[in-house]
T-cell receptor, first 109, second 116 residues
């Protein structure tokens, strides 16, 4: 049973527009959420995180929103740039980190 | 600071063989976690080691095992390989934080294992 779900395997967004990647979770005990970005042939790199006591965290072009009642979080990238094309993993943590299956983001020129 | 390193980067084995993968964490990191990445399942947690002790374990069969040495380097072993074990195996290390939580992980490039 998947505890962290990324229901969109892929997403295409025009350069300059906003990219919104979504993630749902089932375990209400998760207290920390993270987003990772992965390029081919490289390991994932940490992007941004949010604690369960917050509902928003912003870092430059990246903002993560957390809706605890809906058990939903989203990553907003604005404006989207070509270098943002990658696979994005949502992850949640209680005593270990559980990853979603990832969403492949394509930024179109 | 050097990043997380994994050796070998690529490996081809046949069914029934066993394999050992190695991970050297970032200097000062004491927690090492292992993940299996496949196209259909994404990143799946295998186990985590901290100070030479297995602290957490995912839902993988006993053929998958690991250990951590006193210098925090870790090895992962898979015995009696099956075709379905073909995957990218990622290692991640974490710095020690207050309270012992290890949220931010730094990943190595992975070892791509192909089982024929």
């Amino acid at each position: 049973d998947q505890q962290v779900k990324q229901n969109s395997p892929s997403l295409s967004v025009q350069e300059g527009r906003i990219s919104i990647l979504n993630c749902d979770y089932t375990n209400s005990m998760f207290d920390y959420f993270l987003w990772y970005k992965k390029y081919p042939a490289e390991g994932p790199t940490f992007l941004i995180s949010i604690s369960s006591i917050k509902d928003k965290n912003e870092d430059g072009r990246f903002t993560v929103f957390l809706n605890k009642s809906a058990k939903h979080l989203s990553l907003h990238i604005v404006p989207s740039q070509p270098g943002d094309s990658a696979v994005y993993f949502c992850a949640a943590s209680d005593d270990k980190i559980i990853f979603g299956k990832g969403t492949r983001l394509h930024i179109l020129p | 600071k050097a990043g997380v390193t994994q050796t070998p980067r690529y490996l081809i084995k046949t069914r029934g063989q066993q394999v050992t993968l190695s991970c050297s964490p970032i200097s000062g990191h004491r927690s090492v976690s292992w993940y299996q990445q496949t196209p259909g399942q994404g990143l799946q947690f295998l186990f985590e080691y901290f100070s030479e002790t297995q602290r957490n374990k995912g839902n993988f069969p006993g053929r998958f095992s690991g250990r951590q040495f006193s210098n925090s380097r870790s090895e992962m072993n898979v015995s009696t390989l099956e075709l379905g074990d073909s995957a990218l195996y990622l290692c991640a290390s974490s710095p020690p934080l207050a309270g012992g939580n290890q949220e931010t992980q730094y990943f190595g490039p992975g070892t791509r294992l192909l089982v024929l």
